[in-house]
């Protein structure tokens, strides 16, 4: 599978916001938190063209990924990963991050993210070598450091 990413366009926005609903909807619905109006208006705030790539897989259209510049603590932020429900558990997620994560750790910049509490995500980061910092009662939030390897027992999973 060839992975490649271009620019995200301000135009790309409803698309991707019914990219989000999908990709959320059951995370959100578990913790009775699916409002579709208050997704709306939180990917609005989050929405930005220029930290925001379209994700490709074989030339087809998969999903998007979004890093943010880093902040004061030299963190960049893993702020959206979405892709197509079709997709998920093939492979493209994973390799999409294997560039992203080239990326960063070429540079020498460690990632944070958060993941909703329950989510099926939350094993995926883990195997990528995030190590849960802490958690609310929505999110789980993880920290790694450039070049990090995964742990073993991640893999195994």
Same mark, same amino acid.
């Given at each position: *599978?060839?992975?490649?990413?271009?620019?995200?366009?301000?135009?790309?926005?409803?698309?991707?916001?019914?990219?989000? *609903?999908?990709?959320?909807?059951?995370?959100?619905?578990?913790?009775?938190?699916?409002?579709?109006?208050?997704? &709306? &208006?939180?990917?609005?705030?989050?929405?930005?063209?220029?930290?925001?790539?379209?994700?490709?897989?074989?030339?087809?259209?998969?999903?998007?990924?979004?890093?943010?510049?880093?902040?004061?603590?030299?963190?960049?932020?893993?702020?959206?990963?979405?892709? &197509?429900?079709?997709?998920?558990?093939?492979?493209?997620?994973?390799?999409? *991050?294997?560039?992203?994560?080239?990326?960063?750790?070429?540079?020498?910049?460690?990632?944070?993210?958060?993941?909703?509490?329950?989510?099926?995500?939350?094993?995926?980061?883990?195997?990528?070598?995030?190590?849960?910092?802490?958690?609310?009662?929505?999110?789980?939030?993880?920290?790694?450091?450039?070049?990090?390897?995964?742990?073993?027992?991640?893999?195994? &999973?």
């Amino acid at each position: *599978m060839t992975i490649a990413f271009s620019p995200a366009r301000e135009e790309d926005f409803e698309p991707l916001l019914a990219l989000r *609903m999908l990709a959320l909807r059951e995370s959100l619905e578990r913790l009775d938190r699916f409002d579709p109006e208050r997704g &709306r &208006r939180r990917f609005r705030a989050e929405f930005s063209p220029t930290r925001t790539r379209l994700i490709h897989a074989d030339g087809a259209f998969a999903g998007c990924v979004t890093v943010t510049a880093p902040d004061d603590d030299g963190f960049a932020w893993i702020k959206t990963l979405y892709l &197509r429900p079709e997709l998920q558990g093939r492979g493209v997620g994973a390799a999409a *991050m294997a560039a992203i994560l080239a990326e960063t750790d070429a540079a020498g910049t460690p990632t944070r993210l958060s993941v909703l509490v329950g989510s099926d995500a939350n094993r995926f980061w883990t195997r990528l070598g995030y190590v849960e910092t802490y958690r609310d009662a929505l999110d789980i939030y993880y920290e790694r450091e450039a070049g990090a390897q995964p742990p073993a027992s991640a893999l195994a &999973r």
